[in-house]
């Protein structure tokens, strides 16, 4: 199986992303386009198996895409995807913003290194008209493992290559933390370099 | 109020005979070519960038029915013709 990343959050199983070339991706978009309609896939890198999620109360199909839809770009997202909410049946974009130790506002464990936050956007004609922009996720790198696991007062999954990490917060609850999320990567892939992305991100914007 | 990001743009709207409202709008797709660079490496360009792709943007009008929504209707239009998905 062309497994490209496995997050793990203890409210759900595991969930593993599959590569656009692999046979898993093409099943599974499969799955998507008979529930959802007609998908832009061939836009897509990535597609996920479903995985539990406590505050929206479903099982989230998540996929990455390879390109920013143009819509999007005026929020100026570093990468954006789409959620498929396969109980309630809504589907959200979602976006990823560049952020760093000067202009983070959320909470994260001391040392460790904000990378970007992520939030759902509703697009006009998708189900789901509910505003779920409150919950953000912070997507950051810790090189110390402990100081993470004792943040968030649980066990942590590892990766033998790298491990990043990812909380959700409540932004109209006083960024009350509600999931904690790991990344663990065993091997080198094209999702596993955050921080090198993220470095060559600002250098970009910078330059 | 709940932010509604439009897979289109309305870039004027006229009132025809009979309550008909004639929309000049624009909407953009993407046209993928799939990638040269197969062996997982990350790049910039290639996921976080934007990918190998070209965009085609359109500029058209349409005539609504007096008794549709405007944007409901082009929507349906959009995504009938493939420009939104």
């Known amino acids: 199986m062309d497994i490209i990343e496995k997050m793990y959050s203890k409210d759900g199983e595991p969930r593993s992303a599959f590569a656009r070339d692999s046979l898993e991706f093409s099943e599974r978009v499969e799955g998507i386009v008979s529930q959802f309609g007609e998908q832009p896939s061939d836009t897509w890198k990535s597609i996920s198996t479903p995985q539990w999620n406590n505050i929206y109360q479903d099982e989230v199909v998540s996929v990455v895409n390879r390109m920013i839809p143009l819509y999007l770009k005026e929020l100026s997202p570093s990468a954006t995807g789409r959620k498929f909410f396969l109980g309630s049946g809504r589907v959200y974009d979602k976006i990823y913003i560049m952020t760093d130790e000067a202009t983070c506002s959320l909470p994260r464990p001391n040392g460790s290194i904000p990378l970007f936050i992520g939030s759902l956007v509703n697009v006009f004609g998708q189900p789901g008209t509910e505003d779920l922009s409150r919950y953000k996720c912070l997507y950051f790198k810790c090189d110390n493992h402990n100081t993470v696991e004792e943040w968030a007062g649980e066990t942590l999954k590892e990766g033998l290559y790298q491990t990043f990490y990812s909380a959700t917060f409540d932004d109209e609850n006083q960024n009350n933390r509600l999931r904690i999320k790991s990344y663990a990567y065993d091997t080198v892939g094209p999702f596993t370099d955050w921080d090198k992305i993220h470095t060559m991100m600002k250098e970009m914007n910078d330059a | ?85």
């Not at chain 2, 743009?9 to 709008?25: A, K, P, Q, S």
């Not at chain 2, 909407?27 to 960038?49: F, H, Q």
């Not at chain 2, 005539?63 to 405007?70: F, G, K, L, M, Y």
């Open chain 2, 1 to 85: 109020m709940t932010n509604i990001i439009k897979p289109f743009n309305i870039l004027r709207e006229v009132i025809e005979e009979d309550g008909v409202t004639g929309v000049t709008f624009e909407v953009s797709k993407i046209n993928t070519i799939e990638e040269l660079d197969v062996d997982n490496k990350v790049t910039v360009g290639d996921y976080w960038a934007g990918g190998s792709s070209t965009r085609t943007k359109m500029t058209s009008y349409l005539s609504v029915p007096a008794d549709e929504d405007i944007e409901t209707y082009l929507y349906k239009y959009l995504k009938g013709e493939g420009w939104i998905s």
